[in-house]
T-cell receptor, first 113, second 113 residues
Framework: GAGVSQSPSNKVTEKGKDVELRCDPISGHTALYWYRQSLGQGLEFLIYFQGNSAPDKSGLPSDRFSAERTGESVSTLTIQRTQQEDSAVYLC???????????FGPGTRLTVL | AQSVTQPDIHITVSEGASLELRCNYSYGATPYLFWYVQSPGQGLQLLLKYFSGDTLVQGIKGFEAEFKRSQSSFNLRKPSVHWSDAAEYFCAVGLYNTDKLIFGTGTRLQVFP
């Protein structure tokens, strides 16, 4: 595809349920990032994948958050036992690697009731 | 710890007026610096970036930014604002030897005709 795509665009869930958010990076981009944008806040780094290296998980806010990436392709961000404070826009970005421009997807707006 | 400060939460200008959005960073080494724009319902788009060299950087849409090491600043400027520039603007710092970006909380620009 032409750009980074994310699905779903919107997700409404009940507190305590698990959710999966998907990101399809630009083909050939070795680096993939997840960020969270809460209302009135800047973007908060969550996790970073680079090729076959171990992911940098230093931004994950709790052990309820996890992410996987299949090779240099699709990534899934999973939030278990969602809480209301998890409500935010989750943004995915990809790049060619170090010093490469990060291209952002449109985001998934998650609402936890 | 590394941080990015955008002191202006909301700025309003008239179309045709000049614009300067402020960004200050805290980082122990020379950072990589970025400005992104997020239009309503859109993903983030890179306006410009600074890695090294000339401290005045030209970007897309007529924007420029100047890196001032002595002031730890990377302010974004445009000589004449267009109504289509209304959006949220994010300054970000890239950390040396990683690809993580630390974002500021953003400045919302409103343009009056």
């Amino acid at each position: 595809g032409a750009g980074v795509s994310q699905s779903p665009s919107n997700k409404v869930t009940e507190k305590g349920k698990d959710v999966e958010l998907r990101c399809d990076p630009i083909s050939g981009h070795t680096a993939l990032y997840w960020y969270r944008q809460s209302l009135g806040q800047g973007l908060e780094f969550l996790i970073y994948f680079q090729g076959n290296s171990a992911p940098d998980k230093s931004g994950l806010p709790s052990d309820r958050f996890s992410a996987e990436r299949t090779g240099e392709s699709v990534s899934t961000l999973t939030i278990q036992r969602t809480q209301q404070e998890d409500s935010a826009v989750y943004l995915c970005a990809s790049s060619l690697g170090r010093e490469g421009e990060q291209f952002f997807g449109p985001g998934t707006r998650l609402t936890v009731l | 710890a590394q941080s990015v400060t955008q002191p202006d939460i909301h700025i309003t200008v008239s179309e045709g007026a000049s614009l300067e959005l402020r960004c200050n960073y805290s980082y122990g080494a020379t950072p990589y610096l970025f400005w992104y724009v997020q239009s309503p319902g859109q993903g983030l788009q890179l306006l410009l970036k600074y890695f090294s060299g000339d401290t005045l950087v030209q970007g897309i849409k007529g924007f420029e930014a100047e890196f001032k090491r002595s002031q730890s600043s990377f302010n974004l400027r445009k000589p004449s604002v267009h109504w289509s520039d209304a959006a949220e603007y994010f300054c970000a710092v890239g950390l040396y030897n990683t690809d993580k970006l630390i974002f500021g909380t953003g400045t919302r620009l409103q343009v009056f005709p």
